[in-house]
């Protein structure tokens, strides 16, 4: 305690009646003690404020430039979105670049396989041709030595054409004399063939009735001797001639025959009789019968007159199984 204080405590006690005095004066010093600290708060609340506008100016300093760096970052991230839109999409063009680089190395995996298969077939190919070259060598030796042997029969073949000239414009002649003689004798043949067909005809008209009724139930109308008959038909203002022709029943199916003769049957004879048994059976109300009448018949007329359901019928020949109904 300083000295003025305890002074003053003295004279307190010393005069009681001055407390009041006292006590005012100690409020005073109290006042005045405040107001020093006040004052000493106030030096230090005025450093404290300019401390804090320091801060706050550093502050500002500071904020200004997180600003600046905000939108520098914010520039930085629309350039990293786009940025990241063109690496998605160059990621999504190299995929498609990878799917095609595989498919294509699939397809070269392939193609190198039928590469080496071809390769393979190349080589034995090539070995073929080498055996193959190798035997048409061996083949031109020996045609040059049949060449060299033809040559020397050309030479006498030369010679021999000569002599062959000579005969053939001596046959030449002849030929022209036998064709004269030939055209003789086929005229003659004419007129024996149409005479042989009238007696075919003939034959046929007396053989064909009973024959017909024995063998397969027919019976012919008409006189005895005349049941069959030359028949001509008329077709698109054109007449067809039929050999012989003759009506009458198969049990109880009235049937008509159609017949042709001929000297020899050949299997053209059965093809040419079919042609004009389909034109005159539209003519006829009944059901018609095809017969084929001859001395002979030749192997291929058969298959044909099956196919065709045509009787064929020869005197000399006994029904068998290559007739048919």
């Not at 035997?135 to 060299?148: D, I, S, T, V």
């Not at 020397?152 to 022209?176: D, F, I, P, Y």
């Not at 008509?256 to 001929?262: A, F, G, L, P």
Request: net charge neutral; glycine share 6%.
């Amino acid at each position: 305690m300083s000295e003025k204080r305890k002074a003053r405590e003295k004279r307190k006690v010393k005069n009681p009646n001055g407390q009041h005095q006292n006590d005012l004066e100690k409020f005073l010093r109290q006042l005045a003690d405040g107001v020093l600290a006040l004052a000493e708060g106030q030096k230090q609340l005025q450093a404290t404020v300019s401390q804090l506008v320091e801060w706050q100016q550093q502050t500002q300093g500071t904020v200004a430039q997180l600003v600046e760096g905000h939108q520098h970052l914010q520039q930085a991230v629309i350039q990293l979105t786009e940025e990241n839109r063109r690496l998605a999409e160059g990621q999504e063009r190299l995929q498609e670049a990878i799917a095609q680089l595989t498919e294509e190395n699939r397809r070269l995996a392939e193609g190198q396989e039928r590469l080496q298969e071809a390769v393979a077939q190349l080589t034995e190919e090539n070995r073929r041709l080498t055996e193959e070259n190798r035997r048409l060598a061996e083949e031109n030796r020996r045609l040059a030595e049949g060449q060299q042997r033809l040559q020397e029969t050309v030479a006498g073949l030369a010679e021999g054409q000569k002599r062959l000239q000579e005969v053939v414009a001596q046959l030449s002649e002849e030929n022209r004399k036998m064709t004269i003689v030939l055209k003789e004798v086929n005229r003659k043949v004419g007129r024996l063939d149409e005479q042989w067909g009238m007696t075919v005809e003939s034959v046929a008209q007396i053989f064909l009735p009973s024959y017909l009724e024995r063998h397969y139930g027919i019976k012919l109308k008409g006189k005895l001797g005349y049941e069959l008959r030359p028949m001509f038909f008329r077709l698109n203002g054109e007449w067809e001639q039929v050999d012989l022709y003759g009506e009458g029943t198969m049990g109880d199916e009235e049937i008509c025959i159609v017949c042709e003769c001929k000297a020899k049957i050949h299997g053209r004879d059965v093809y040419a009789f079919v042609k004009k048994f389909e034109r005159v059976r539209t003519l006829v109300k009944r059901r018609p019968i095809p017969v084929l009448f001859g001395y002979s018949i030749h192997p291929s007329a058969e298959e044909p007159a099956s196919s065709h359901k045509i009787l064929l019928v020869s005197p000399l020949i006994p029904k068998g199984e290559r007739l048919w109904l």
